[in-house]
């Protein structure tokens, strides 16, 4: 759906060269690595993602920067789920710990809300290789701009 605006400039004070389809939809960068969101509702997505070439280390596994990746963007997306469509919000702070290497397959993200106090909406992601084995768990807070806030979950 991007691929025509991938490699357009994105320049201070100009509008975005893109529009999301939807509230709970990718954006070029998620579309560009492949990304597809299977469920994003009640605070809870999944998501997934293949392993290709392009996101290997030097030695070959999923490069970490990728896993985050998916990691933050399947918390958005549960979110996303709770929040009134067209609500700013941003990552503020993200950690990420590996139990296992990501080594080929479709990688799964399955993220769920967790806490909210005030504008500050905290959640978890557990990533999962093809064969069912926890790759990682991705912990990070997001921010909603502007006034006060509560979600249910």
Not at 23 to 38: D, S, V, Y
Not at 41 to 70: D, E, I, T, Y
Not at 105 to 120: I, M, S
Request: charged share 25%; aromatic share 8%; net charge negative.
């Amino acid at each position: 759906m991007f691929e025509n605006i991938y490699d357009l400039p994105v320049n201070q004070d100009e509008e975005l060269p893109f529009q999301l389809p939807e509230w709970i939809a990718t954006a070029p960068f998620e579309e560009f690595l492949g990304m597809t969101i299977h469920e994003a509702k009640n605070g809870k997505a999944v998501l997934s993602m293949p392993f290709k070439a392009a996101l290997c280390q030097g030695k070959g596994l999923m490069h970490g920067g990728a896993v985050v990746a998916l990691a933050d963007t399947a918390l958005a997306m549960a979110i996303k789920s709770l929040l009134p469509e067209g609500t700013d919000f941003v990552t503020i702070k993200l950690g990420l710990e590996f139990h296992a290497p990501v080594r080929w397959g479709r990688v799964r993200a399955e993220a769920r809300v967790t806490d909210q106090e005030d504008r500050n909406i905290e959640g978890m992601t557990e990533i999962m290789t093809e064969e069912g084995i926890k790759a990682a768990t991705f912990k990070a807070t997001f921010r909603i701009r502007g006034q006060r806030s509560s979600v249910n979950f």
